[in-house]
């Protein structure tokens, strides 16, 4: 940001619908040359959906993994280590 500019502020909508968020107990993620394709799942045997699909930029991807690895290392410091889940059993087919 050039010297003596005030940062803007942006105000944000949050629509109705997206307010209670949706649950993913796994991940797939993809990539092209321009993107990053993050497919949240809800896996229950015996079968599983995707809840969520997010496509960010090269560059997003890099803050999202910033932030991501700076808020695990605060809840561990406030809740002790996260043990790692195992993962749903199967092959997931799209």
Do not use: C, W
């Amino acid at each position: 940001m050039p010297t003596g500019q005030e940062p803007k502020e942006i105000k944000i909508n949050f629509p109705q619908e997206l307010q209670g968020g949706v649950y993913s107990n796994n991940m797939v993620v993809s990539h092209t040359k321009e993107e990053f394709i993050l497919d949240f799942i809800m896996v229950a045997p015996p079968a599983g959906a995707v809840t969520a699909r997010v496509i960010v930029s090269p560059g997003h991807m890099k803050r999202i993994l910033a932030a991501l690895s700076d808020n695990i290392s605060k809840y561990e410091k406030t809740f002790g280590t996260i043990q790692i889940a195992e993962e749903p059993k199967g092959k997931i087919l799209s």
